[in-house]
């Protein structure tokens, strides 16, 4: 586990880091359900060139809810938030 990145780009890229050093090949991502589609993205581009693999898998007890997010203003911006964040990425800007 990497606990010095602080977004999710440095946490991947921290984690592969870690990962090779200590020889593992793969790991198990846990986070919310609304930051799972991202970090998952992200992890994954930085886990496959290092030849590490990450099996995604969203916490249960979560203040969020992927059924009826859209019902719920605050739901609704994190979901718009954590898309433009994905765009973001997925176009080059970190």
Known sequence: MDDLGVST?????GSAQVMRAQGLRSAILVTSPYHMRRAAVIFRAFFRPAGLTVQAHPVQDSFF???GWWRHRSDRQLVIREYAKLVAFLVGIR
Do not use: G, L
Request: no cysteine; charged share 50%; hydrophobic share 25%.
């Open 9 to 13: 780009v440095e946490n991947a890229r």
């Open 65 to 67: 809810r992927p059924e």
